[in-house]
């Protein structure tokens, strides 16, 4: 057998093999199980169920803290035991002496009574409206809204730290801490 013959053998053998694997039917192709539900599963079991301070915080990296509450009934401990007296905020009115106003809050376009033992925000967002907040500690001014007139005399704020009495006095608020005193309009999103 000359070197021609033993080539065209050789051609012919690996063709001859090469049709025969291609036509063999090996194990198919399978999409392997989806395993996603269980590794959720999994990890909602091992990882901490946190507690975020409000639904809806539409604020980068989260709302602010929660302020701890402990101590005796009606106030913190001192360090003798005693509890001291919690000083009352604009919210504590007793129910028989909650006053009702009319306010217009202009951008929702309706004129809704509010009381005065709760801040504007809380009362707006009882209407279902998606009022701007951060905070909602009067530490920030995401919440701030303009009332159409003195805010020193229309609303009493509860604690608040950003606006000064200019800032007031032209009628700018903080509706978390913004407790109605009288009639008024207001636009809510209005910053200083």
Request: negative net charge; charged residues 25%.
């Amino acid at each position: 057998m000359d070197y021609s013959q033993m080539g065209l053998f050789i051609g012919i053998a690996l063709t001859v093999g090469a049709v025969v694997l291609h036509f063999t039917r090996g194990t198919p192709w399978r999409a392997s199980e989806d395993i996603s539900k269980e590794v959720l599963e999994h990890r909602a079991k091992s990882v901490p169920e946190t507690d975020f301070p409000e639904p809806m915080n539409r604020s980068i990296g989260g709302g602010g803290a929660v302020a701890a509450v402990g101590g005796a009934e009606g106030g913190a401990e001192l360090e003798g035991g005693e509890a001291a007296e919690a000083e009352p905020g604009p919210g504590d009115i007793p129910e028989d002496e909650i006053e009702y106003y009319e306010v217009e809050f202009v951008k929702e376009g309706e004129t809704i009574e509010v009381a005065n033992n709760k801040p504007l925000l809380d009362q707006g967002e009882d209407q279902g409206w998606d009022l701007p907040y951060a905070c909602r500690e009067g530490s920030c001014v995401s919440c701030a809204g303009k009332v159409s007139g003195d805010a020193n005399e229309l609303v009493e704020h509860d604690n608040q730290q950003m606006l000064d009495e200019n800032e007031m006095s032209d009628g700018y608020v903080l509706t978390c801490v913004a407790y109605p005193r009288g009639e008024f309009s207001i636009e809510t999103n209005e910053a200083p």
